[in-house]
């Protein structure tokens, strides 16, 4: 490399990136002015893609960690040939409606394989990708067929490498040997408010070889044949991760060049000619691209296609050898679940003492996992507790590496293999790992704590529902129900706080029947993330035959129960375990002559899915008095009620003590909800 050719694509993704972001007057100009070389590298001689068909399964993974500089990507992406990146894209940058947003987001077709910006996420996001091409590979791939056979790579920054969440990701990576994750981090020692020397003068090397990492150091970030071998250098290290210390100036080649004044804000006019003129640019043509860059650019694209059609031949040879696993691989690329899957959902028979729903939760996961290959993941430590453990599943583990055993994994591999992924205490990890299985493809993964540690998970998860990235996310103790732990453990704003989040499904079932119907919709629903919140207190098991069926749940919200046909003197709202206490008063008033209705709304989502016209059947708009009961925080709970209801709810935090003493304490006894119905009717 170094080449002529070589250096003018490198020069002319240097410029596209600049013309992008002075075209929209905002940006990030100083990251790709700097990073230039390597991602030209990365692209042109080691990437493994087919920009024709961008979603080839077995395609290499690129993810621009550093989402700022996303004027790199969108550059990178023109240039290599994908279609629909078209120039036009980039003059739109940072504008209405295109494909190319201040920070990149999810569209294969673009190129984009993740959502970034950020910080950190990306990271963490190419950690879950290396981990599901490694269980793919370790179960499909034969002597002769490797079918799953590919690398994730990104460029990360200072940024990305001080946030926390990074620091889980690469020390569970470390110890997973992921050999298939490289990063190259632009070590421009800059960030957005100064010098890194300010805040950031940790051995970054030394830290990661800790973590199990291979670290590979180039010192001059505009050498390509450095950069090249450094890249073949980790790809050849098969039982570690590699992390590539690239030393490189931000705003390479321009007036403010390693200052942080180039970091976020595009540069002057007369800077921009400046640095035009140091590359020895055209600095009267915006967005000038020589002819012969393309063609060499994309001789890269054109290998990939190549390569996709000898995988293409491969998988058919492999469906004729390996049938049944053929007929499964296709299966999970194309995202199908599989013939039959529903067939051995539990069906739970009616009992007064019931099961807690986290129980009840695991047991329908478990036999969901015998059907569905596809299904993988775990928890934050807390399997025992979350009840999320697939049972003779395995434990995803370096092959070798680990002689330990999960708790509750009675057999199983103990490789990649393994379905059960041991996250250790580590939320914020876990839920960005979700996200890059989901993105990588094949796999359902899922993930489970507390509801309360879901705090530790939430910028991972509004990325999951800003992407539609398919993740279920198991929370469990999810109420001051679960008692003596005391408020630090009992959740009181999460579901009004999930419910905020758009694309994020909430789903709050009140018994084990209702638990199955839980996971049956968060397996078909598809285009987003799935939160199901489950009991840690044991919930009673609802005569289905007195009451409504628990197929209710589809529908988000349901009539459980009516005394008369006649209009209701008052409706009853509930979710979750405050059905039960909330069916007793509905029981008392009835017996005392009034008219009510009991709607279960286990998901607000859900509900707001269906027409008006079955909304309106279920909580009629206009005069009825409604009471909405639920152990959480009242906020958003008025929407549905109107002007003559009330919200029996919690607006502060919660106490240690006994689970039905708290309760009993915040208002949740069938004489408490009975007297405060009342009250609204006014018969009190």
Same mark, same amino acid.
């Given at each position: 490399?170094?080449?002529?050719?070589?250096?003018?694509?490198?020069?002319?993704?240097?410029?596209?990136?600049?013309?992008?972001?002075?075209?929209?007057?905002?940006?990030?100009?100083?990251?790709?002015?700097?990073?230039?070389?390597?991602?030209?590298?990365?692209?042109?001689?080691?990437?493994?893609?087919?920009?024709?068909?961008?979603?080839?399964?077995?395609?290499?993974?690129?993810?621009?960690?550093?989402? !700022?500089?996303?004027?790199?990507?969108?550059?990178?992406?023109?240039?290599?040939?994908?279609?629909?990146?078209?120039?036009?894209?980039?003059?739109?940058?940072?504008?209405?409606?295109?494909?190319?947003?201040?920070?990149?987001?999810?569209?294969?077709?673009?190129?984009?394989?993740?959502?970034?910006?950020?910080?950190?996420?990306?990271?963490?996001?190419?950690?879950?990708?290396?981990? $599901?091409?490694? !269980?793919?590979?370790?179960?499909?791939?034969?002597?002769?067929?490797?079918?799953?056979?590919?690398?994730?790579?990104?460029?990360?920054?200072?940024?990305?490498?001080?946030?926390?969440?990074?620091?889980?990701?690469?020390?569970?990576?470390?110890?997973?040997?992921?050999?298939?994750?490289?990063?190259?981090?632009?070590?421009?020692?800059?960030?957005?408010?100064?010098?890194?020397?300010?805040?950031?003068? @940790?051995?970054?090397?030394?830290?990661?070889?800790?973590?199990?990492?291979?670290?590979?150091?180039?010192?001059?970030?505009?050498?390509?044949?450095?950069?090249?071998?450094?890249?073949?250098?980790?790809?050849?290290?098969?039982?570690?991760?590699?992390?590539?210390?690239?030393?490189?100036?931000?705003?390479?080649?321009?007036?403010?060049?390693?200052?942080?004044?180039?970091?976020?804000?595009?540069?002057?006019?007369?800077?921009?000619?400046?640095?035009?003129?140091?590359?020895?640019?055209?600095?009267?043509?915006?967005?000038?691209?020589?002819? @012969?860059?393309?063609?060499?650019?994309?001789?890269?694209?054109?290998?990939?296609?190549?390569?996709?059609?000898?995988?293409?031949?491969?998988?058919?040879?492999?469906?004729?050898?390996?049938?049944?696993?053929?007929?499964?691989?296709?299966?999970?690329?194309?995202?199908?679940?599989?013939?039959?899957?529903?067939?051995?959902?539990?069906?739970?028979?009616?009992?007064?003492?019931?099961?807690?729903?986290?129980?009840?939760?695991?047991?329908?996961?478990?036999?969901?996992?015998?059907?569905?290959?596809?299904?993988?993941?775990?928890?934050?430590?807390?399997?025992?507790?979350?009840?999320?453990?697939?049972?003779?599943?395995?434990?995803?583990?370096?092959?070798?590496?680990?002689?330990?055993?999960?708790?509750?994994?009675?057999?199983?591999?103990?490789?990649? $293999?393994?379905?059960?992924?041991?996250?250790?205490?580590?939320?914020?990890?876990?839920?960005?790992?979700?996200?890059?299985?989901?993105?990588?493809?094949?796999?359902?993964?899922?993930?489970?704590?507390?509801?309360?540690?879901?705090?530790?998970?939430?910028?991972?998860?509004?990325?999951? $529902?800003?992407?539609?990235?398919?993740?279920?996310?198991?929370?469990?103790?999810?109420?001051?129900?679960?008692?003596?732990?005391?408020?630090?453990?009992?959740?009181?704003?999460?579901?009004?706080?999930?419910?905020?989040?758009?694309?994020?499904?909430?789903?709050?079932?009140?018994?084990?029947?209702?638990?199955?119907?839980?996971?049956?919709?968060?397996?078909?629903?598809?285009?987003?993330?799935?939160?199901?919140?489950?009991?840690?207190?044991?919930?009673?098991?609802?005569?289905?035959?007195?009451?409504?069926?628990?197929?209710?749940?589809?529908?988000?919200?349901?009539?459980?129960?009516?005394?008369?046909?006649?209009?209701?003197?008052?409706?009853?709202?509930?979710?979750?375990?405050?059905?039960?206490?909330?069916?007793?008063?509905?029981?008392?008033?009835?017996?005392?002559?009034?008219?009510?209705?009991?709607?279960?709304?286990?998901?607000?989502?859900?509900?707001?899915?269906?027409?008006?016209?079955?909304?309106?059947?279920?909580?009629?708009?206009?005069?009825?008095?409604?009471?909405?009961?639920?152990?959480?925080?009242?906020?958003?709970?008025?929407?549905?009620?109107?002007?003559?209801?009330?919200?029996?709810?919690?607006?502060?935090?919660?106490?240690?003590?006994?689970?039905?003493?708290?309760?009993?304490?915040?208002?949740?006894?069938?004489?408490?909800?009975?007297?405060?119905?009342?009250?609204?009717?006014?018969?009190?």
């Amino acid at each position: 490399m170094n080449t002529k050719i070589d250096e003018l694509c490198v020069t002319a993704l240097r410029m596209l990136a600049l013309d992008t972001v002075q075209k929209a007057k905002s940006g990030h100009p100083g990251m790709p002015l700097g990073a230039a070389p390597m991602a030209y590298v990365l692209f042109r001689d080691h990437l493994k893609y087919n920009p024709r068909h961008p979603r080839w399964f077995d395609r290499d993974h690129f993810i621009l960690s550093a989402g !700022h500089g996303s004027a790199l990507l969108y550059s990178l992406l023109h240039l290599s040939g994908y279609e629909k990146m078209t120039l036009d894209q980039l003059k739109n940058f940072r504008q209405w409606g295109s494909a190319t947003p201040g920070h990149p987001e999810h569209d294969i077709d673009f190129g984009i394989e993740t959502t970034t910006g950020p910080l950190g996420q990306g990271f963490v996001t190419g950690v879950g990708m290396a981990i $599901a091409e490694a !269980h793919l590979a370790a179960r499909f791939n034969r002597t002769d067929y490797r079918m799953i056979d590919h690398h994730t790579y990104a460029i990360v920054s200072d940024g990305d490498l001080m946030e926390g969440v990074t620091a889980e990701a690469a020390s569970l990576a470390g110890h997973l040997r992921l050999g298939k994750l490289v990063y190259l981090f632009d070590n421009n020692s800059i960030s957005l408010a100064g010098e890194t020397a300010l805040c950031f003068t @940790e051995d970054i090397g030394k830290r990661f070889n800790a973590y199990g990492w291979q670290v590979i150091r180039v010192e001059a970030g505009n050498d390509l044949n450095l950069i090249s071998r450094a890249i073949t250098e980790a790809r050849e290290e098969l039982n570690r991760p590699s992390l590539i210390m690239v030393t490189t100036h931000i705003g390479f080649g321009s007036p403010k060049q390693d200052t942080f004044d180039v970091h976020g804000s595009p540069l002057k006019s007369e800077e921009v000619l400046e640095t035009k003129r140091f590359f020895g640019w055209p600095d009267d043509r915006d967005f000038f691209i020589p002819d @012969e860059v393309p063609a060499h650019f994309q001789q890269s694209g054109e290998k990939g296609a190549v390569e996709e059609a000898r995988w293409k031949r491969m998988l058919e040879r492999y469906t004729s050898a390996y049938p049944a696993e053929g007929k499964e691989l296709q299966g999970l690329i194309e995202n199908r679940l599989p013939e039959g899957w529903e067939k051995d959902l539990p069906v739970f028979p009616a009992d007064p003492k019931g099961m807690a729903t986290r129980k009840a939760g695991g047991l329908v996961m478990n036999a969901l996992a015998q059907r569905i290959s596809a299904l993988m993941g775990g928890s934050a430590d807390l399997d025992p507790s979350t009840n999320t453990v697939l049972k003779d599943q395995g434990s995803f583990q370096a092959p070798g590496q680990c002689h330990a055993n999960m708790q509750g994994v009675v057999s199983g591999p103990l490789n990649y $293999a393994g379905r059960n992924i041991a996250f250790g205490v580590r939320e914020h990890a876990m839920g960005g790992i979700l996200n890059g299985i989901a993105t990588h493809g094949g796999l359902i993964p899922f993930g489970a704590t507390f509801f309360v540690f879901s705090d530790y998970m939430k910028p991972s998860i509004r990325l999951a $529902a800003l992407s539609g990235c398919h993740v279920v996310y198991i929370f469990t103790h999810d109420s001051v129900g679960l008692g003596e732990d005391g408020p630090t453990h009992q959740p009181i704003e999460h579901l009004a706080a999930f419910r905020s989040v758009p694309n994020l499904l909430v789903i709050r079932p009140a018994d084990a029947n209702e638990a199955a119907e839980a996971w049956r919709t968060a397996l078909k629903h598809q285009n987003g993330p799935v939160a199901i919140i489950l009991s840690r207190q044991d919930l009673p098991i609802l005569d289905r035959s007195r009451f409504a069926p628990a197929q209710g749940l589809q529908k988000g919200a349901y009539i459980l129960t009516e005394s008369s046909p006649k209009t209701p003197d008052i409706i009853l709202v509930a979710t979750g375990s405050e059905v039960h206490p909330t069916l007793e008063a509905f029981e008392k008033l009835s017996s005392e002559g009034f008219s009510v209705r009991l709607v279960n709304m286990p998901s607000w989502e859900l509900f707001e899915a269906q027409s008006i016209e079955y909304r309106d059947s279920v909580l009629p708009p206009g005069p009825i008095p409604k009471l909405a009961v639920e152990a959480g925080a009242s906020l958003g709970w008025h929407k549905y009620i109107g002007e003559r209801g009330d919200v029996v709810a919690i607006d502060r935090f919660g106490a240690s003590a006994p689970g039905s003493t708290v309760l009993s304490q915040f208002g949740f006894t069938v004489d408490q909800l009975v007297i405060r119905a009342k009250i609204l009717m006014n018969k009190e």
